[in-house]
């Protein structure tokens, strides 16, 4: 699996430790040193939709006036591509596919056998 976020995201904090309690190994990517490609929102496109990647309510959404602007899809697109911090954080690429968020409940059925 592999775990995309920022280190200083509580959210990928609590995804990293759930990893680690249930022995569950994990390769981390930070997105603030390595932006996701274009080639690799596509493959999570694949998954998810862009609703569920794009971060609404994050401080970076805020702060650029993101909700004033009204994104279509394409312009969802270009701003992720863009601003790495308004990815919906952790996001898993697992064996079944992507996941975007953190919810221990579901963690436990998507990653524990």
């Known amino acids: 699996m592999i775990v995309y976020g920022i280190k200083t995201c ?3 904090q609590k995804a990293l430790a759930f990893f680690k309690k249930h022995h569950q190994e994990v390769e981390f990517v930070d997105l603030r040193q390595e932006p ?3 080639e690799k929102l ?3 496109l694949e998954f998810v939709s862009l609703d569920t990647l794009l971060n609404t309510k994050g401080t970076k959404y805020r702060t650029l006036g993101l909700k ?3 994104l279509d899809d394409e ?3 270009a701003w992720l591509l863009k601003e790495p ?3 919906k954080r952790p996001i898993i690429e ?6 975007a968020g953190y919810s221990e409940q579901e963690y436990m059925t998507l990653f524990l056998p």
């Not at 697992?94 to 996941?99: E, F, L, N, V």
Request: net charge negative; no cysteine; hydrophobic share 35%.
């Open 75 to 77: 312009g969802k697109y």
């Open 36 to 38: 996701p490609t274009e």
């Open 42 to 44: 596509d493959t999570w």
């Open 94 to 99: 697992h064996a079944k596919g992507i996941h």
């Open 68 to 70: 004033e602007l009204q």
């Open 85 to 87: 911090l308004l990815f």
């Open 10 to 12: 509580g959210s990928v």
